[in-house]
């Protein structure tokens, strides 16, 4: 790999993880007046988001090779010799990522419950439970039960009828751990269950979004105008603060995620050859 962007993933996650941790810590110790649900389930979501980064950037130190659909990994775990620990450190953040995903969820949920249901914020329909269930509970086994299905990629396990063997050999190190996805006839159940996964995931954004937070923007905008003067600029920092929670998930991890694959898949040439060739000095 180039050194600029293990550098740069190595002290990105300290920092990101030592922000997450010291929110957590404040928040326990020096919890707000107004200190309720919606306040411990942020407070532990800190927590959790503490964890991915260490994970990605320092245990595994994980990257993706552009063109090849393949997790490339040389953090703590590699220095340690343990491509499973590498591997274990992949899934584990994955699995987690549907956990934060549910955190974030719950608390449109309760939002809602009290904004447009108003009804306690505890408050759950069968189609609520369906869909944070799968989240919470499918979206994790799916990932953690597919580990079998992700090998580490050697000068000796290369299988010639599946790769490229010439392509997939620039890629192969001494410096590094190489996990592949296999993809098109190749694919295997790992492939199906991270498919499955980020669907899962895809899929609990977009109903939040238009089943949550586009219900109670409009239950806001429509107390703009029963509300008194000094009220509304309340309720409209209100209505830009749910925009910039449904913005930050969609620019920081489902963008990052999701054109790369796509790209990936269909093979898109161009941008992506170019990068890999800049990147690994070929």
């Known amino acids: 790999m180039y050194p600029a962007h293990d550098t740069l993933m190595h002290y990105s996650a300290i920092v990101g993880s030592t922000l997450c941790t010291f929110s957590f810590l404040l928040m326990h110790f020096v919890p707000t007046k107004t200190y309720d649900k919606f306040s411990a389930l942020l407070k532990w979501g800190r927590l959790l988001d503490s964890i991915v980064p260490f994970l ?34 992949l899934f584990v953040s994955m ?4 956990v934060i995903v549910f955190i974030y969820s719950i608390t449109a949920l309760m939002r809602y419950n009290v904004l447009v249901r108003e009804k306690k914020f505890s408050y759950l329909t069968l189609f609520d439970k369906i869909i944070l269930s799968f989240v919470l509970f499918i979206g994790p086994i799916i990932i953690l039960g597919s580990t079998q299905g992700c090998y580490l990629l050697d000068f000796d396990t ?44 895809l899929t609990v954004f977009v109903i939040e979004v238009a089943a949550y937070f586009v219900p109670i923007e409009l ?64």
């Open 56 to 89: 990605l950037g320092i245990v595994c130190q994980a990257q993706a090779v552009p063109t090849l659909n393949a997790t490339v990994c040389n953090g703590l775990c590699y220095r340690l010799g343990s491509p499973l620990c590498s591997k274990m450190a």
């Open 95 to 98: 699995a987690i990522a549907n």
């Open 158 to 201: 290369i299988p010639a009828d599946e790769f490229d063997v010439q392509e997939i050999k620039k890629y192969l190190s001494p410096d590094y751990y190489l996990f592949p996805i296999r993809m098109g006839l190749q694919a295997n159940y790992f492939t199906y269950c991270i498919a499955a996964d980020l669907f899962i995931v």
């Open 219 to 282: 239950s806001l905008r429509k107390a703009i105008k029963e509300a008194q003067t000094e009220t509304v600029q309340k309720i409209r920092n209100s209505i830009n603060y749910l925009r910039f929670l449904n913005l930050i998930p969609i620019m920081f991890a489902l963008v990052p995620t999701f054109i790369p694959m796509t790209m990936n898949y269909f093979r898109i040439p161009g941008v992506t050859q170019i990068f890999t060739d800049n990147a690994y000095g070929m």
